[in-house]
């Protein structure tokens, strides 16, 4: 073990409080900073270099141009860029991203949006339109996850994140105006979306994070023992990002219901998949408003929905829970003014081509596309696993997660990046996973990312010296223990994608 290693080790072991403070008293010390902000120099240089691809390629502007420019110059470098960029998505090499990517959809989802580009649902008078497409889009979607016959409602989002950011904030003022809780708290496995993260600092939520099993389900003891008088919702995820493991919805809501707080099952990757693969006769658990302690959820039109990018549904158990996500102002001299959503004006094309996807499709559709991602991810799953170096991670239907004793994952990972593929590369544990989109159901990419990931596993064994590009930062981002850093790091990238 390296030096440095061990150092690493040794911190890991340490108090995260003491880390926190020993990391910001090593930042005074004189020259320390310096050479951190040396080294962060050094890494966004290269960065910059990663990202930014077209800096000479194309004309760039940082200010608005003092002549207006042809428009075939604009569309000529877009189908450039597009043409440059289009491949690596169509063909199959990108784990998520693009759900579904036919050109027939594709085409037929931008006429749509070309008739509906000037809607904007916040004038209800105006687009009676798009709030007939949002209102039917949140009936589908809730008739779809086992709401039919009860009182289920929701409204549409712009996104996976925003349908948990608004459901959060939903159950922190529900809690302050029904039990006056000012500290609330929300119960979440480590495996939940970031977006639960977001939503716990952005509203000042306390959250409590419990373990997962060895199969990477929520443990539903730690959960029991999380819950307090402060507890506002636990959440389960049907499955989750990171390894597609569905967590104990069952047990978890009734837990909550026992208690009498909210559950919110987060279905925005599962949503428009389950509810299908359970008519396929898949093995799903119950994890939809068929369970009386699940008061909300999210399911994302934007991914298995099958619609363009920027809508989700959010869901509620009765119209008095979904009045705590509205806003509305009565004194401003611009008017009665309210809003559903964060949003105030919204694209009305979005809701109309997500209503347009959502009928076009067709349960007959949405079957038999959930019987083709999963027959390919189990082709997946079963290559994987018969690769001895490898193993898949609990035991998923469409997110294939694996992870390896023998050799580096994340140098397999970054020979995957030299043979085109995107891989997602995850930490606590270490593993890869491929997120199955029909882009994959297209004949001979299942066989081609089995064999390359094959000869990926032979490189890295065969070339035990070589660093890789990315597996170093990868594992570097994965062990450090200092946390505040990596997150600098973090913010310094996000810097570099806003450098025009
Ligand atoms: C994608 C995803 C989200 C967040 O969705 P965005 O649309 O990216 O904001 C939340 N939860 C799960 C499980 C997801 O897979």
Same mark, same amino acid.
């Given at each position: 073990m390296s030096l440095k290693d061990t150092l690493f080790n040794l911190l890991g072991k340490l108090n995260p409080r003491f880390l926190a403070f020993a990391e910001k008293q090593m930042k005074n010390i004189p020259g320390v900073s310096q050479k951190i902000e040396g080294e962060y120099a050094e890494i966004m240089v290269e960065l910059e270099k990663s990202v930014k691809p077209y800096k000479n390629k194309y004309d760039s502007f940082t200010q608005i141009p003092a002549v207006g420019r042809d428009h075939t110059d604009i569309l000529r470098d877009m189908e450039s860029m597009r043409d440059l960029e289009e491949s690596h998505w169509k063909d199959g090499f990108i784990s998520g991203a693009v759900y579904h990517g036919d050109q027939e959809h594709i085409d037929f989802l931008n006429q749509v949006y070309a008739l509906n580009s000037q809607s904007n649902p916040l004038h209800a008078d105006v687009w009676p339109s798009a709030n007939k497409f949002e209102a039917e889009i949140v009936a589908m979607t809730a008739n779809m996850l086992g709401g039919e016959g009860l009182d289920v409602c929701g409204t549409l989002s712009s996104g996976g994140t925003e349908s948990i950011l608004l459901a959060m904030k939903t159950y922190r003022d529900r809690a302050f105006a029904e039990k006056g809780i000012t500290k609330p708290e929300m119960i979440a496995p480590v495996?939940?979306?970031?977006a639960f993260d977001k939503a716990s600092q952005y509203f000042n939520i306390k959250m409590i994070h419990i373990p997962v099993d060895e199969n990477f389900r929520a443990d539903v003891n730690a959960a029991k023992k999380a819950i307090?008088?402060?507890?506002i919702v636990i959440i389960g995820s049907a499955p989750s990002f990171p390894h597609g493991a569905i967590d104990p919805i069952a047990e978890l809501s009734e837990l909550a219901r026992e208690h009498g707080i909210g559950f919110h099952t987060d279905?925005?990757? /599962?949503g428009f998949v389950l509810p299908w693969a359970e008519k396929l006769g898949y093995p799903v658990p119950p994890f939809d408003f068929r369970l009386p302690g699940v008061t909300s959820m999210s399911a994302d039109t934007h991914k298995y929905g099958y619609a363009a990018k920027g809508t989700s549904v959010v869901l509620y158990r009765g119209q008095e829970l979904r009045h705590f996500q509205y806003y509305t102002s009565t004194e401003w001299p611009g008017g009665l003014y309210f809003s559903p959503?964060?949003? /105030?004006?919204?694209?009305?094309a979005l809701s109309a081509a997500c209503w347009a996807a959502l009928t076009a499709i067709g349960a007959d559709g949405y079957l038999s596309a959930t019987k083709k991602i999963l027959e390919t991810a189990a082709v997946i799953k079963k290559g994987v696993n018969e690769i001895p170096e490898l193993h898949v991670l609990?035991?998923?239907?469409?997110?294939v997660a694996f992870a390896s004793e023998s050799v580096n994952i994340y140098k397999v990972l970054d020979y995957m990046s030299h043979k085109k593929w995107s891989l997602n590369g995850l930490h606590k544990p270490t593993c890869v996973h491929l997120c199955v989109t029909l882009r994959h159901t297209q004949p001979g990419v299942a066989e081609r990312f089995l064999a390359d990931l094959r000869e990926a596993v032979e490189h890295v064994k065969a070339h035990p010296e070589e660093k890789g590009t990315m597996a170093p930062v990868y594992g570097m981002a994965s062990t450090l223990p200092m946390r505040g850093m990596v997150s600098d790091l973090l913010k310094k990238y996000l810097d570099v994608i806003f450098k025009a």
């Amino acid at each position: 073990m390296s030096l440095k290693d061990t150092l690493f080790n040794l911190l890991g072991k340490l108090n995260p409080r003491f880390l926190a403070f020993a990391e910001k008293q090593m930042k005074n010390i004189p020259g320390v900073s310096q050479k951190i902000e040396g080294e962060y120099a050094e890494i966004m240089v290269e960065l910059e270099k990663s990202v930014k691809p077209y800096k000479n390629k194309y004309d760039s502007f940082t200010q608005i141009p003092a002549v207006g420019r042809d428009h075939t110059d604009i569309l000529r470098d877009m189908e450039s860029m597009r043409d440059l960029e289009e491949s690596h998505w169509k063909d199959g090499f990108i784990s998520g991203a693009v759900y579904h990517g036919d050109q027939e959809h594709i085409d037929f989802l931008n006429q749509v949006y070309a008739l509906n580009s000037q809607s904007n649902p916040l004038h209800a008078d105006v687009w009676p339109s798009a709030n007939k497409f949002e209102a039917e889009i949140v009936a589908m979607t809730a008739n779809m996850l086992g709401g039919e016959g009860l009182d289920v409602c929701g409204t549409l989002s712009s996104g996976g994140t925003e349908s948990i950011l608004l459901a959060m904030k939903t159950y922190r003022d529900r809690a302050f105006a029904e039990k006056g809780i000012t500290k609330p708290e929300m119960i979440a496995p480590v495996t939940a979306h970031a977006a639960f993260d977001k939503a716990s600092q952005y509203f000042n939520i306390k959250m409590i994070h419990i373990p997962v099993d060895e199969n990477f389900r929520a443990d539903v003891n730690a959960a029991k023992k999380a819950i307090t008088k402060n507890t506002i919702v636990i959440i389960g995820s049907a499955p989750s990002f990171p390894h597609g493991a569905i967590d104990p919805i069952a047990e978890l809501s009734e837990l909550a219901r026992e208690h009498g707080i909210g559950f919110h099952t987060d279905a925005c990757l /599962g949503g428009f998949v389950l509810p299908w693969a359970e008519k396929l006769g898949y093995p799903v658990p119950p994890f939809d408003f068929r369970l009386p302690g699940v008061t909300s959820m999210s399911a994302d039109t934007h991914k298995y929905g099958y619609a363009a990018k920027g809508t989700s549904v959010v869901l509620y158990r009765g119209q008095e829970l979904r009045h705590f996500q509205y806003y509305t102002s009565t004194e401003w001299p611009g008017g009665l003014y309210f809003s559903p959503t964060f949003a /105030g004006s919204r694209p009305g094309a979005l809701s109309a081509a997500c209503w347009a996807a959502l009928t076009a499709i067709g349960a007959d559709g949405y079957l038999s596309a959930t019987k083709k991602i999963l027959e390919t991810a189990a082709v997946i799953k079963k290559g994987v696993n018969e690769i001895p170096e490898l193993h898949v991670l609990g035991n998923p239907l469409f997110v294939v997660a694996f992870a390896s004793e023998s050799v580096n994952i994340y140098k397999v990972l970054d020979y995957m990046s030299h043979k085109k593929w995107s891989l997602n590369g995850l930490h606590k544990p270490t593993c890869v996973h491929l997120c199955v989109t029909l882009r994959h159901t297209q004949p001979g990419v299942a066989e081609r990312f089995l064999a390359d990931l094959r000869e990926a596993v032979e490189h890295v064994k065969a070339h035990p010296e070589e660093k890789g590009t990315m597996a170093p930062v990868y594992g570097m981002a994965s062990t450090l223990p200092m946390r505040g850093m990596v997150s600098d790091l973090l913010k310094k990238y996000l810097d570099v994608i806003f450098k025009a």
